[in-house]
T-cell receptor
Framework: AQKITQTQPGMFVQEKEAVTLDCTYD???????LFWYKQPSSGEMIFLIY??????QNATEGRYSLNFQKARKSANLVISASQLGDSAMYFC???????????FGKGTRLHILP | SAVISQKPSRDICQRGTSLTIQCQVD?????MFWYRQQPGQSLTLIAT?????????ESGFVIDKFPISRPNLTFSTLTVSNMSPEDSSIYLC??????????????FGPGTRLLVL
């Protein structure tokens, strides 16, 4: 079974609209961390936002927020007021328990339309 | 967060040859990670490299194919040996830097785009 599931392979959104990128995860650990990364066409991986399993409030970083629904094992990324520069691949990822490694989802390609 | 550089940024290689990718960090780090991203795919961890010990490889990756060196706390190399077209990928190194809550966040280098002909 996949640990991280991103069900939207691609999305097209009009500039200035809000965007929600879906992510569900599977773990039996009580302690885990969830991450979102952005990968522009240049190939670099840019860290966006983090949510810990014990964090009671949803994480926010500028225009990025994480809609964390623990009971549903959901960690959707919300981008407010989208910009053309937001066009990229977005990966949801998780670290669980004592493990050092990060497991990535398959990603969602976001296209922002002018 | 740490500043990470990789060399080369891209290369085109002939099958059967080997390529060594360098990863340099501007601060001392305990663990360095090497990932592969095949075209249109997600990232897959190849191995974790700690200074002073042998790298730990993930299932499906072996030392003979992907030897890794970690001579000090700021530098690592990954060699892709006896390359085939299936090795065409982006190779990324990453390090932990900055704690996000209970877990360290991993930051990535700019990647090395490899095309094997």
């Amino acid at each position: 079974a996949q640990k991280i599931t991103q069900t939207q392979p691609g999305m097209f959104v009009q500039e200035k609209e809000a965007v929600t990128l879906d992510c569900t995860y599977d773990t039996s650990d009580q302690s885990y961390g969830l991450f979102w990364y952005k990968q522009p066409s240049s190939g670099e991986m840019i860290f966006l936002i983090y949510q810990g399993s014990y964090d009671e409030q949803n994480a926010t970083e500028g225009r990025y927020s994480l809609n964390f629904q623990k009971a549903r094992k959901s960690a959707n990324l919300v981008i407010s007021a989208s910009q053309l520069g937001d066009s990229a691949m977005y990966f949801c990822a998780m670290r669980e328990g004592e493990d050092d490694k990060i497991i990535f989802g398959k990603g969602t390609r976001l296209h922002i339309l002018p | 967060s740490a500043v990470i550089s990789q060399k080369p940024s891209r290369d085109i290689c002939q099958r059967g040859t080997s390529l060594t990718i360098q990863c340099q960090v501007d601060s001392q780090v305990t663990m360095m990670f090497w990932y592969r991203q095949q075209p249109g795919q997600s990232l897959t961890l190849i191995a974790t490299a700690n200074q002073g010990s042998e790298a730990t490889y993930e299932s499906g990756f072996v030392i003979d194919k992907f030897p890794i060196s970690r001579p000090n706390l700021t530098f690592s190399t990954l060699t892709v040996s006896n390359m085939s077209p299936e090795d065409s990928s982006i190779y990324l190194c990453s390090v932990e830097g900055g704690t996000s809550g209970s877990y360290e966040t991993q930051y990535f280098g700019p990647g090395t785009r490899l095309l094997v002909l």
